[in-house]
């Protein structure tokens, strides 16, 4: 009789998003006279930008004739993507990240889920507290976080970090030892950042330990703010411990199109105690494989990665590879900076009407979420009904980001600027 | 110190594909005045149809204006594409499948890859012998397959189902009871089907030994005979044992476009022994979550499925699911119908071809693979040598789908009329 993988079962209640949609359908239905304004989930709603259209109907035009057709795309994605994400996002900057360093994927959520199956289930995580719950949840599937204490809402074998008022919603090093450290910044759902110098710590110190950094820049293209690093490749020392997610759904509005990235340097080896149980080199080599990326006892996690890639994926499809070109266009670029422009000036609405109506605010100059503390001590399920009663706003509970995420509250700068001034107007009125 | 999951450094040599293109590259460099016929990989070559190219070109202007713009698609799927799936893949063949018990992804081999995650690592599959490597590799990555045995090319813990033409390519039911089955019909590699009365065999005989069957139907569009089931669903019982798994690459050829899905229906359950570790019903639907799916010891592997879903994906691209939907239109319908038969024609002149050239020769009638028996005794790999040397074209080794795949070859229909003629031509004069 076959059995199911019962980490599934230890996940407590639904996923965040799900749970919010279902709250604000019973309202609605409920309330069929109100106009709800949706704040909640960060989910872009401008229009692709005029350049990305273009490359979008230049690469369908390309698909309808068989001397342009694209089958099946290299696994890890077309040469022309990767030179121009390593080009832009990397050799621009000074850092040192080559094309074929470069995984092109359907988005970073997949990615974020999916990157923890190329290590052991023996190792153990740290995340900030609060953060995308993603991470946590996708290691509880993997049956790498222990027992669940309904009473705490925390797993006995993750290391939380918590991000909290008192340290500014920086993340201390921890105490215990991790061997994988997620760190998002700018911080989904504080919007917190950290300075180049404080990144420095954390690759330092997961050099010194032998930790890997997962670091989720998704937001990355919202920083306004000097010294605040745009990619982990700006520290010293990033090559031997990190690997950066990247989406193209926030800086270009890529959500419901499907787009993103990982990078996973060479030189992030780890020591194999045991030799690999493999074909020898010369049986490997008659198949027409090198296998000196596996030999000796050093294993590069570009080449698990690769591997999963190849076995579990297919490629992104050619058509948005196309699209993901022209975000790095020049046109592409000048359109983009304004959309990002407009979200944060609806982040300043946002946060400049919450400071007047009395609300203690962070977040929203380096990222499009601003993080306030719900009033007199409410929960923050308790300000989630309260703001869906009273002013038919939709935000997300801070504490299913985390437990330390409990007291506090998540607006997001991605609705329209009318939205935003018009649930502002509301909550001022509360 | 982190460590790697050792699982993937059992995993012998590269994946079939790479190895297979990398000895073509070398072939090429060698021998630049060649033009190499690729009669290999399973791509398709004619360019998307008309009604597809429509499709893709409205939606793509839709996402171009704000009031059609389309941000994160829903986990499982747009509803308008799984009602065209439920009515046309199945109601319309009298199978009682519904919509929300589809689940749109971005292909068959991530969902043939991932499926096995809702399982318990202890599981035993059960898989054709040749097969689609993706089947065992996942499950080796997962560490659900025991020790590789490089000589017999076996994995200690899995049971091999030989297809051989000693049994007509078609399996038996294995000795040993399997947890997870995998079949795939028509064949990936041999093209071989199964009779419906064959296929209820298998149904009985899970529903019996309560294994759950995962039905790869890939090819499903090529069956050109009577008797053979498009879907497992056409047989009784299946719905307490199948999972289906379809693909929109070989029937509108969108290899490179990403789009397929994923039948789990509602009726298929686990008992689980231990009472989940959960929240109080109580306590998840303080939360809006409706915790009976969970509830009693009864869990269906459709809420689990739902739950990968909704973690670690983040739904197809819309402009996607519009093509999608477009494959069912009327025009989609006559046009792919088309298409279906010139790959066909091609499985024709190859199979007439080698019959002519005096090989053994299997499949291409109900689906676009041929298996041959090579000649004089030649391995599988002797021969793709043997083939990319004489005459240029390049085949796929039986032995790289299973070991009883060695001695045996194949070649696919997906390239142009033209290409598959003038390989034809070589071939015989080899």
């Known amino acids: 009789m076959f059995k199911i993988n019962d980490n599934y079962l230890k996940l407590p209640g639904s996923y965040l998003f799900s749970t919010i949609a279902k709250k604000v359908s019973a309202f609605q239905a409920a309330n069929p006279d109100k106009t709800v304004i949706r704040l909640g989930i960060g989910d872009v709603t401008q229009p692709l930008a005029p350049a990305i259209i273009d490359a979008l109907h230049g690469a369908v035009d390309e698909m309808g004739k068989a001397e342009t057709f694209h089958g099946y795309a290299p696994d890890l994605g077309y040469e022309f993507l990767r030179t121009a994400i390593a080009k832009n996002d990397y050799a621009d900057r000074g850092c040192d990240i080559a094309a074929d360093e470069i995984f092109v994927s359907d988005g970073a959520k997949c990615d974020s889920g999916n990157i923890q199956e190329i290590f052991s289930v023996d190792n153990k995580i740290a995340v900030c507290d609060p953060v995308y719950p993603v991470y946590v949840d996708t290691n509880v599937m993997a049956g790498r976080t222990g027992t669940y204490d309904p009473k705490t809402e925390m797993w006995s074998d993750v290391i939380y970090m918590p991000c909290t008022a008192a340290n500014n919603f920086s993340p201390e090093l921890p105490k215990e030892t991790p061997d994988i450290i997620y760190l998002c910044f700018p911080n989904n759902p504080t919007g917190a950042t950290v300075t180049k110098a404080q990144l420095q710590e954390w690759v330092d110190y997961a050099n010194r330990v032998g930790a890997v950094i997962i670091y989720d820049a998704a937001y990355e293209a919202y920083i306004s703010e000097e ?44 020591r194999v105690e045991m030799p690999p149980h493999v074909h020898s080199a010369a049986e490997r080599a008659a198949h027409g494989e090198n296998a000196s990326h596996l030999g000796g006892t050093d294993v590069m996690l570009h080449s698990l990665w690769a591997r999963r890639h190849g076995t579990k994926y297919n490629g992104a499809p050619y058509i948005q590879q196309r699209a993901g070109e022209a975000v790095y266009s020049p046109e592409g670029k000048v359109q983009l900076a304004k959309q990002v422009a407009y979200y944060m000036n609806n982040a300043k609405v946002i946060k400049e009407g919450l400071q007047e109506a009395g609300y203690t605010v962070s977040g929203g100059v380096n990222a499009p979420y601003i993080w306030l503390k719900t009033p007199d001590g409410m929960t923050s399920w308790e300000f989630f009904d309260y703001l869906l009663e009273k002013a038919n706003v939709v935000g997300t509970p801070g504490s299913g980001f985390g437990p330390s995420g409990e007291g506090y509250f998540r607006l997001t700068a991605f609705g329209t600027y009318e939205n935003s001034v018009a649930a502002l107007e509301r909550i001022k009125k509360m």
């Open 227 to 270: 010294d605040v690093p745009h990619t982990i490749f700006e520290c010293e020392g990033a090559r031997t411990c990190a690997i950066e997610l990247k989406s193209f759904s926030k800086n270009a509005g890529f959500t419901g199109t499907r787009l993103g990235y990982t990078v996973i340097p060479k030189d992030l080896k780890c």
